[in-house]
């Protein structure tokens, strides 16, 4: 069964670093989109960055220049670097994934809401104070 499981979140100065990893296991192929959705408390989980499958990636405004999502190169690991970490960027981050499908995402990805996501891991808390 699919499995995803996130770590690296921590507590960090604003001005930091952490590097989120995700292990992607269970995948009959690779998923259409990969990404990372964020929830503060008393907040909508909101889409932080999101990578397809043919590696277009698509930022949220609030985190463009400042975070990079990545994979490796079988596309057994989601990542996501987080440079110059604020405060407003503290909250549960969820690493999530839509399943496999053939063809092309088109604009699937870019636009992916939580609502279309397939399967969500449990979660890496990141405090940025």
């Known amino acids: 069964h699919v499995q995803l499981v996130e770590s690296g979140g921590g507590s960090v100065q604003a001005g930091g670093s952490l590097k989120l990893s995700c292990a992607m296991s269970g995948f009959t192929g690779i998923p259409l989109c990969m990404a990372w959705f964020r929830q503060a408390p008393r907040s909508e989980r909101e889409r932080v960055a999101v990578?397809?499958?043919?590696?277009?990636?698509t930022y949220a405004s609030s985190v463009q220049g400042r975070f990079t999502i990545s994979t490796d190169a079988s596309r057994d690991t989601l990542y996501l670097q987080m440079n110059n970490l604020k405060p407003e960027d503290t909250g549960m981050y969820y690493c999530a994934a839509v399943q496999p499908q053939l063809g092309t995402p088109g604009g699937v990805c870019a636009t992916l809401q939580s609502s279309g996501v397939d399967y969500w891991g449990q979660g890496t808390q990141v405090t940025v104070s």
């Open positions: 990578i397809s499958k043919i590696s277009l990636s």
